[in-house]
């Protein structure tokens, strides 16, 4: 029996290190980051001035290892209810509930604060940019530029 439980034991540890390494796989949204592909490639600048800064929230990350994760935890867990028939109908229900839950725990986890920029450029128009709240404590009335690629456009001093 202790075997047994060994065995859970070392699958669990496993699910959640997995689990965990999903966090560490998020990127970051903020003004002041770039992904590798961003390095060494032009980028078009334009100034602005911020008209208004407004406090929102960047959705977390939605990959299956969170769910697979979950699932397996719960599967684990609901393995060790009843025996027999009970044991796999609780395996099975365990992994359904451990895996909406890993899912969840995953977007909240990886969930991250931003903000809703909205600029107006010299030449009269106006748009928003969406960001990570990096700290950069941007108000209205301030001049910033815009730095844009064609696929992303960011806020910068």
Known sequence: MVKFRTTHAALLA???LA???????ATGLGGDVYQRGEAR???QVRFATITSV??????????PVGTVAGAAVGGIAGSTVGGGKGSTIGAVLGAVAG????????EGATRRPGLEITVRED????FAVVQEDGGEGFRAGERVRILSDGGTTRVSR
């Open 14 to 16: 496993v699910a959640l």
């Open 19 to 25: 689990a965990g390494a999903t966090t560490g796989c």
């Open 41 to 43: 490639r032009a980028m």
């Open 54 to 63: 407004r406090p929102v929230q960047i959705e977390g990350t939605k990959t």
């Open 99 to 106: 895996g909406l839950a890993g899912s969840a725990i995953e």
């Open 123 to 126: 030449n009269g128009r106006y």
